[in-house]
């Protein structure tokens, strides 16, 4: 029973040290900070741009709050707190716009996104052209209907139809297994190997380098536009002005394009 | 049992409430009831602002319904068969390992869904550790109702087991040595002496087994993945029915808040009369 305590303080000391350790250190007096509401497909590169910007601003910190693009609008329309907004698509920019949370006139596009085939390393179903997608029997994950990247991902299934014919999309839906709530969840279903191929933005493949990918050609990929704008409550105007053009200055499209976004 | 019976006698005697000290247990306590009833409430009533009904018989809605009634249906009955002679082995055999086994079953209680779901794709998924073996006997479990069943009984069965444990457990040992006296074999005495004595008790198991099974999310998403008609289960139907049609996603809450309260009824009366036999 002695033994059962001490094991029960020395975890609960453990955990305490580790729950105090980050505030242990004091914050500059001077700092600001900068909070981003950017959409989940824009992880990895705005959590670079925002580095380069502390860089550039010495005092300032940048905090973001990534999510899907719909959820994040959702949370701003219940009073969440914010400076920026970089949406995944327009529909949830305009409709921040229809509910006053930004004005229409600061809204920017700053970066496109396209779709791409991505496949497990050792492609289990030896999938060679976008064709074999159709080939019955084939585990092929999407995003749900109902996020940006299913709805597009199911329209460019609309154009490939002009190339490989009217049964192409049904055929390809049919061999559907699993519609993911979100783009990051379809990369890790074919990072595990349980799907055999899935369809993800291009970014999304230059975040999972070790996955096979196919390129779709451009007459019958979808581009998906990034708009950004400052939010007219923002309690940092100006420091978010000056975000919003680092963006889109050469530096900041720079670091977009190396994380696979175009403009 | 009889100490059963004391309690329940306790809490329905006729003590006189009085006194401004009252107030000590009476605001902190409607205020943590309020917590539950408040947005079950605005549930309800924005569900039935949305059409209740008619959401309801959206082809989504009813698929989702319908899988969801089918697989709870066999992680409970998959509990049952296999649950039901661990909890006795539990409850009545003393055997090394059996706090460790104990333990085993209390797991997945406490994980969170979603590392079961992770669990269960890292040990049947097709790069699994035993997904080898399983595709070489032609099954592939991911992405298939079969994988709801899996995730579901994951999680709910060691609600039953628990309970049955329990039941056996309280079983007057007098019972079971007059059986052995009369030359029973542990099948007769379970089906002829235990059963019958804990039937309640395995009933409020199965039923709690269920309504956990019902409601199962984490797990499911991740090693069924989310099809309609296949692997959507009502929770998933409501999580996306959110980023489309917030009044589909409404009518599926009500209606599992709706199928929740009648378990949980059913299983306050097998409660009671449980205690009062």
């Known amino acids: 029973m002695k033994k059962f305590w001490v094991l029960t303080f020395a975890l609960l000391f453990f955990f305490l040290t580790a729950c105090a350790a980050p505030t242990s250190v004091p914050p500059t007096p001077a700092s600001q900070t900068l909070t981003v509401f950017a959409a989940a497909s824009l992880t990895g590169a705005f959590a670079e741009l925002g580095k380069g910007f502390e860089v550039a601003h010495p005092g300032v910190n940048v905090a973001f709050n990534f999510g899907g693009s719909q959820s994040l609008r959702t949370q701003l329309e219940q009073g969440a707190v914010a400076d920026v907004f970089a949406s995944a698509n327009e529909e949830e920019i305009q409709a921040a716009v229809a509910s006053g949370l930004i004005n229409g006139e600061d809204v920017q596009i700053f970066a496109t996104n396209r779709l791409i085939v991505i496949?497990?390393?050792?492609?289990?179903?030896?999938?060679?052209?976008?064709?074999?997608?159709?080939?019955?029997?084939?585990?092929?994950?999407?995003?749900?209907?109902?996020?940006?990247?299913?709805?597009?991902?199911?329209?460019?299934?609309?154009?490939?139809?002009?190339?490989?014919?009217?049964?192409?999309?049904?055929?390809?839906?049919?061999?559907?297994?699993?519609?993911?709530?979100?783009?990051?969840?379809?990369?890790?279903?074919?990072?595990?190997?349980?799907?055999?191929?899935?369809?993800?933005?291009?970014?999304?493949?230059?975040?999972?380098?070790?996955?096979?990918?196919?390129?779709?050609?451009?007459?019958?990929?979808?581009?998906?536009?990034?708009?950004?704008?400052?939010?007219?409550?923002?309690?940092?105007?100006?420091?978010?002005?000056?975000?919003?053009?680092?963006?889109l200055s050469a530096e900041g499209q720079g670091m977009m394009g190396k994380w696979g976004f175009g403009k | 049992m009889t100490g059963n019976i004391t309690l329940t006698d306790h809490s329905s005697s006729h003590i006189s409430i009085r006194g401004k000290s009252v107030w000590l247990f009476v605001v902190p306590a409607s205020a943590l009831v309020c917590l539950f009833a408040l947005p079950l409430f605005a549930l309800l009533w924005r569900a039935v602002e949305a059409g209740l009904m008619g959401q309801m018989l959206e082809p989504t809605a009813l698929s989702a319904l319908r899988l969801s009634l089918l697989t709870s249906t066999l992680a409970t009955l998959a509990a049952a068969l296999t649950g039901t002679p661990l909890a006795f082995a539990l409850a009545r055999w003393p055997f090394r390992g059996r706090a460790w086994l104990e333990l085993l079953i209390d797991l997945p209680v406490v994980l969170p869904p979603a590392v079961a779901g992770l669990a269960l794709l890292m040990a049947f998924g097709r790069r699994g550790v035993f997904g080898g073996a399983l595709s070489a006997a032609g099954i592939s479990l991911p992405f298939t109702t079969a994988a709801v069943v899996v995730a579901q009984a994951f999680v709910a069965a060691p609600l039953y087991v628990r309970a049955a444990r329990i039941g056996f457990a309280s079983v007057d040992p007098q019972l079971e040595e007059a059986a052995y006296a009369e030359g029973a074999n542990q099948w007769q005495l379970f089906r002829y002496v235990m059963l019958p004595v804990t039937g309640r008790a395995i009933l409020g198991g199965l039923v709690l087994c269920w309504t956990r099974a019902l409601g199962e999310f984490g797990a499911t998403i991740l090693f069924a993945g989310n099809l309609e008609g296949r692997t959507q289960t009502m929770p998933l139907a409501i999580y996306l029915g959110l980023e489309r049609d917030l009044g589909v996603a409404l009518a599926l809450s009500a209606l599992l808040l709706a199928i929740s309260i009648i378990l949980l009824t059913i299983l306050r009366r097998l409660e009671n009369s449980a205690v009062l036999s």
């Open chain 1, 119 to 247: 496949l497990p390393q050792d492609n289990p179903a030896r999938v060679e052209r976008l064709e074999d997608l159709a080939r019955p029997g084939l585990k092929l994950v999407l995003a749900a209907e109902e996020v940006p990247v299913g709805k597009y991902s199911r329209d460019m299934l609309d154009k490939l139809e002009n190339q490989f014919g009217v049964r192409f999309k049904a055929s390809v839906l049919a061999n559907v297994v699993s519609s993911e709530d979100n783009v990051k969840q379809v990369v890790v279903k074919v990072q595990l190997g349980e799907a055999d191929a899935g369809i993800v933005y291009t970014s999304d493949a230059v975040a999972a380098p070790e996955l096979k990918t196919i390129s779709i050609p451009a007459e019958y990929n979808v581009t998906a536009a990034y708009p950004i704008a400052v939010l007219a409550a923002s309690p940092h105007s100006a420091l978010a002005k000056a975000f919003v053009e680092y963006v």
